[in-house]
C-alpha cells in the first residue's frame, strides 16, 4: 500500500538557509582558486620542484575524493547538518593553517584539512532537497551552480592581485574572517535534517574506496610528467582498477555498505553520475586550452596576463548567474530531460566552434564561443544535480550525493591529465628576444583543436545519454510544495 509523504515546510527558514548554502560554493571556490597564481612563489619560498607544487593543489582533491563518500554516509547516519558543520570545521581551520603555514610539509597537512571540508557540498545539496519547498529546490541548486563560477571568476584576478602585493599568505588570510563567518551562520540557521538512517561505518567499504582512489588519483596526476607507459603509472593503475572490482562486490554483500551500488546504479543516478564525471572531464580539458590561449604571447595567443584572463570571463560568470537559477525555475514546468539535452548539445556546439575558430578569432569572438559553451555547461550541470537529488530516496541522500561528488573529481581529475598529454604532445618551442633569450614550449593549434574536439565529442555523447533520464518532474507539485508522484513506495 503506498503511503503519500506528507511534509510541510518553512519557507521563511528556507530563504535564510538559502544565503549560506549558495555563498559557501563562493568563498569555497574563492578560496581554492587564488592558490593557482600562487603556485610559483610558495614552489620558490619553500624550495620544491614543479612537481611537488602539484601536490598543494592534488592532496586537496585526493583527500576530498574519500571524502564526500564517507561524510555523506555519516550525514545519513548522524543528521547531514551535523555532518556538513564537521566538514566546514575542518575546511575553515585548514584556511586558518595554510596562512601560517611554516614548510612544504605543513602546507601539505593543512591542505588536506580543507580536502575534508569538500563533503559539505554534498551534504548541502542534501539539505536542499530535504528542508526546502519542493518547487523551490531546482531553482536554489541552479543559484549554488553558478557560485562555482562566479567564485573562479573573482578569484583568479584577486588572488593574483593580492599574491603580488602582499605575500601568497594574505590569499588565505583574506578569506579567514568570511570562512569563520559561514560556519557560525551555518551553525545558527541551518536545521538538523529530518531523515537519519542509523547503522555501523562499513569500515571494509573506506579501506576499499581509498585503495581505489588514491592510486588512480596519483598516477593520473604524475602521469603526464613520467609518462603514461610507465611501470609506475600502470601499477598504480592496475592497482586501482582491482580495489574497485573488490569494492563493488564487497559493497553488494556487506550489510550497511559505504556506497549502496543499488542507489548509485539505478537509472536515473547512474546517468547523473556518469554524465557528471564526463561533464567534468570535458570541462577541465576546456579550460585547460582557454587558459593557454588567453595567456600566451602574441600571436600565439592573447597576451593577457592573470588579472586580464579573470576579467575577460566576467561575461560567462554573469550569464550563468542568470540561467542557471532560471534554468532551476523552468524544469520544474517542462521537465528535466529536455534542458540536460538541450545543454549538452549546445556545449558540443561552442566546443566545435571552439575548435575551428578559436586560435583563429578575434578576442570578443573567442569570448562569445566561451559564453555559448558555458550556457550549455550551466543546462547540463543544473539539469544532472536535480535528476539525481529527485530520483534517491532521501534516507540515503547523503550517500548518493558524496557518490555523485566523488564521480565528479574523477572526471575533474583526469580532464587536466590528458589535456596537459594533448599540449606536450603537439608543441613547439618559441623564443622571445630578450637578454639572454626566452625559450618557451607552447601549444600548437592542432593541440587546442584535438582538446576543444574531444571535449566536444564527451558532450554529443552526453547529448544521448541524456535521452536515457526518466523525467522527475512529471507528476509536478501540488499547492504548498507537495511533489504529486512522492510516495514511499516510489522513494524506495
Request: hydrophobic share 50%; proline share 5%; charged share 10%.
Amino acid at each position: 500500500m503506498k503511503m503519500e509523504i506528507e511534509e510541510t515546510y518553512d519557507l521563511s527558514y528556507a530563504k535564510r538557509a538559502v544565503a549560506v548554502l549558495v555563498l559557501l560554493p563562493l568563498i569555497v571556490m574563492y578560496t581554492e582558486a587564488v592558490l593557482i597564481p600562487s603556485l610559483p612563489t610558495i614552489q620558490k619560498e619553500f624550495g620544491i620542484t614543479q612537481g611537488d607544487a602539484s601536490w598543494i593543489l592534488s592532496i586537496y582533491l585526493l583527500v576530498g575524493t574519500v571524502s564526500v563518500a564517507i561524510m555523506g554516509k555519516l550525514g545519513d547516519m548522524y543528521g547531514k547538518k551535523r555532518m556538513f558543520v564537521v566538514a566546514l570545521s575542518f575546511y575553515t581551520a585548514g584556511v586558518i593553517l595554510n596562512g601560517f603555514a611554516p614548510s612544504y610539509e605543513w602546507l601539505l597537512f593543512s591542505r588536506g584539512m580543507q580536502g575534508i571540508g569538500m563533503a559539505i557540498f554534498p551534504l548541502g545539496f542534501s539539505l536542499v532537497r530535504e528542508e526546502f519547498p519542493p518547487e523551490m529546490v531546482p531553482e536554489v541548486q541552479g543559484m549554488i551552480s553558478a557560485m562555482f563560477a562566479v567564485g573562479m571568476v573573482i578569484a583568479l584576478p584577486l588572488g593574483a592581485y593580492i599574491s603580488q602585493n602582499y605575500g601568497w599568505r594574505w590569499t588565505y588570510h583574506s578569506v579567514v574572517p568570511f570562512a569563520i563567518l559561514m560556519l557560525i551562520l551555518s551553525v545558527l540557521i541551518l536545521r538538523e535534517s529530518r531523515y537519519i538512517t542509523p547503522g555501523k561505518l562499513d569500515i571494509g567499504g573506506i579501506l576499499l574506496l581509498m585503495a581505489f582512489v588514491v592510486p588512480a588519483i596519483v598516477a593520473v596526476t604524475k602521469a603526464p610528467t613520467v609518462g603514461w607507459k610507465n611501470t609506475q603509472t600502470i601499477g598504480l593503475l592496475g592497482i586501482s582498477a582491482l580495489a574497485f572490482v573488490l569494492l563493488i562486490f564487497y559493497e553488494k554483500r556487506v550489510e550497511n555498505p559505504l556506497i549502496p551500488i543499488s542507489v548509485i546504479s539505478s537509472r536515473n543516478p547512474m546517468i547523473a553520475n556518469l554524465g557528471i564525471m564526463m561533464a567534468g572531464f570535458g570541462i577541465q580539458m576546456m579550460n585547460q586550452a582557454n587558459t593557454y590561449i588567453l595567456q600566451m604571447p602574441e600571436p600565439y595567443g592573447f597576451g593577457k596576463t592573470i588579472l586580464q584572463s579573470g576579467l575577460l570571463m566576467t561575461p560567462n560568470a554573469m550569464v550563468m548567474l542568470v540561467v542557471a537559477p532560471l534554468t532551476g525555475k523552468l524544469m520544474v514546468k517542462f521537465g528535466v530531460r529536455i534542458f540536460a539535452t538541450l545543454g549538452a548539445v549546445i556545449g558540443g556546439i561552442g566546443l566545435m566552434l571552439l575548435a575551428k575558430f578559436a586560435t583563429s578569432s578575434s578576442l570578443p569572438g573567442f569570448i562569445a564561443l566561451i559564453v555559448l559553451t558555458g550556457i550549455g555547461i550551466t543546462l547540463m550541470n543544473v539539469s544532472l544535480i536535480n535528476v539525481l537529488i529527485f530520483s534517491v530516496d532521501r534516507r540515503v541522500m547523503g550517500v548518493a550525493t558524496g557518490a555523485n561528488s566523488l564521480f565528479r573529481s574523477f572526471g575533474s581529475t583526469w580532464g587536466p591529465a590528458i589535456a596537459g598529454t594533448v599540449m606536450t604532445t603537439y608543441s613547439r618551442i618559441i623564443t622571445i628576444p630578450a637578454n639572454p633569450p626566452m625559450h618557451f614550449m607552447i601549444p600548437t593549434d592542432k593541440a587546442y583543436e584535438v582538446l576543444f574536439s574531444s571535449s566536444a565529442a564527451v558532450f554529443f555523447l552526453l547529448f544521448l545519454i541524456s535521452f536515457g533520464i526518466k523525467e522527475v518532474f512529471k507528476g509536478g507539485f501540488e499547492k504548498g510544495g507537495m511533489y504529486k508522484s512522492a510516495t514511499v513506495e516510489d522513494a524506495l
